[in-house]
């Protein structure tokens, strides 16, 4: 089974709007860690937000948002107030374990478009 | 003052040749992984890498082999290059805390032909 599933290959949102990107996941590691990595088309993969799954809160980065429904296995990502260089490639990915050399996997991304 | 540098960023070369990327970051950091994007733009793990521990895709053919200098250095040697190794290669690397947040090199785009 796929451990992390990005069911929108694509998403379009308005300038200044905001838009969630899904994401699930599927563990039975009680610790765990979602990532969300943003690679616009120069290529480069940029670190946006993290959560934990002991985590009490969700996590905030600037516009980011991560709803995390721990219940329901789901990490998805808010960016408010979309920006045209918000036009990128996203990753939603997931760490298993506490610590350790402990590898990302992947889901196959959503590449958003900002419409001005 | 790049975190996670590799060189090349294009390589392009016929297949059957053995080609080397070299990884190296400068965060302190004390594990690096290669992942392999395809055309896709699907990330898949090769291998990771601390200073103790080495692990292996078990899909990772073995004409891939990691070869690390020191904790700054991860390079990746591919033999006997085939068309479908062509993708892009990153590198990240990472501090084996609770977060364990990794931070990816801009990537080397190899093509064999």
């Known amino acids: 089974a796929q451990k992390i599933t990005q069911t929108q290959p694509g998403m379009f949102v308005q300038e200044k709007e905001a838009v969630t990107l899904d994401c699930t996941y599927d563990?039975?590691?009680?610790?765990?860690?979602l990532f969300w990595y943003k690679q616009p088309s120069s290529g480069e993969m940029i670190f946006l937000i993290y959560?934990?799954?002991?985590?009490?809160q969700n996590a905030t980065e600037g516009r980011y948002s991560l709803n995390f429904q721990k219940a329901r296995k789901s990490a998805n990502l808010v960016i408010s107030a979309s920006q045209l260089g918000d036009s990128a490639m996203y990753f939603c990915?997931?760490?298993?374990?506490?610590?350790?050399?402990?590898?990302?996997?992947f889901g196959t991304g959503t590449r958003l478009t900002v419409i001005p | 003052d790049t975190a996670v540098s590799q060189t090349p960023k294009y390589l392009v070369t016929q297949m059957g040749n053995d080609k080397s990327i070299k990884c190296e970051q400068n965060?302190?950091?004390?594990?690096m992984y290669w992942y392999k994007q395809d055309s896709k733009k699907f990330l898949k793990i090769m291998f990771s890498?601390?200073?103790?521990?080495?692990?292996i895709n078990e899909t990772v053919p073995n004409r891939f082999s990691p070869k690390s200098p020191d904790k700054a250095h991860l390079n990746l040697h591919i033999n006997s290059l085939e068309l479908g190794d062509s993708a892009v290669y990153f590198c990240?690397?990472?501090?084996?805390?609770?977060?364990?947040?990794?931070?990816f090199g801009p990537g080397t785009r190899l093509t064999v032909l």
């Open positions: 890498y601390n200073n103790k521990e080495l692990i």
């Open positions: 563990t039975s590691d009680p610790s765990y860690g």
């Open positions: 990240a690397s990472s501090l084996r805390t609770q977060r364990n947040e990794q931070f």
């Open positions: 959560q934990g799954s002991y985590d009490q």
């Open positions: 965060l302190g950091h004390d594990t």
């Open positions: 990915a997931m760490r298993e374990g506490r610590t350790g050399a402990n590898n990302l996997f």
